[in-house]
T-cell receptor
């Protein structure tokens, strides 16, 4: 069974620090990788996707992918209290875009 | 305009009842999904439709029956509701051939008492 694993947290970081969120996946055939942010009581919101090895930057967010090691990470620079949420890693193994989600990491940014 | 809309937002019902959740997307996406999110926040796919055709049907009790009258709509009907069905149900959509992830609806919080 294809699995996506994340540390459930909570991960606490002070405001202004870098938050590092990690995710590992079991299916070597996985092709696309996503990070969603979910505020409490809200729906998941896509913030980053990556499909090539290396780094992809978007504002304060950087997604990192290492297919050989089967991990993907999300770095949030200059963390803000508004970044406090659960971050879901999702992996697409192809086909009809069936995506498997991790259980999420809860991030708390302390003012 | 809401991209993926679900109704109702909250649903409280008794065990044994039958209920439906509706979903509509105005993004022109080809594929729609139903996901269940349990109390531990785990999102698990239930069904996926591509242009009205069922393509993913995970291990879900027969009491759950999706219906897609057209590619913009995907409804979920649940018969004989059980306590364990209590969860948040999310509808989502995506576009074939595009690497862009899903757009989720706002969710329906179902509570079975």
């Amino acid at each position: 069974q294809k699995e996506v694993e994340q540390n459930s947290g909570p991960l606490s970081v002070p405001e202004g620090a870098i938050a590092s969120l990690n995710c590992t996946y079991s299916d070597r055939g996985s092709q696309s990788f996503f990070w969603y942010r979910q505020y409490s009581g809200k729906s998941p919101e896509l913030i980053m996707f990556i499909y090539s090895n290396g780094d992809k930057e978007d504002g304060r967010f950087t997604a990192q992918l290492n297919k050989a090691s089967q991990y993907v990470s999300l770095l949030i620079r200059d963390s803000q209290p508004s970044d406090s949420a659960t971050y879901l890693c999702a992996v697409d193994s192809g086909g009809y875009q069936k995506v498997t989600f991790g259980t999420g990491t809860k991030l708390q940014v302390i003012p | 305009d809401t991209a993926v809309s679900q109704t109702p937002k909250y649903l409280v019902t008794q065990m044994g009842n039958d209920k439906s959740i509706k979903c509509e997307q105005n993004l022109g996406h080809d594929t729609m999904y139903w996901y269940k999110q349990d109390s531990k926040k785990f999102l698990k796919i239930m069904f996926s439709y591509n242009n009205k055709e069922l393509i993913i049907n995970e291990t879900v009790p027969n009491r759950f029956s999706p219906k897609s009258p057209d590619k913009a709509h995907l409804n979920l009907h649940i018969n004989s509701l059980e306590l364990g069905d209590s969860a948040v149900y999310f509808c989502a959509s995506s576009q074939n051939g595009e690497i862009g992830g899903y757009t989720f609806g706002s969710g329906t919080r179902l509570t079975v008492v």
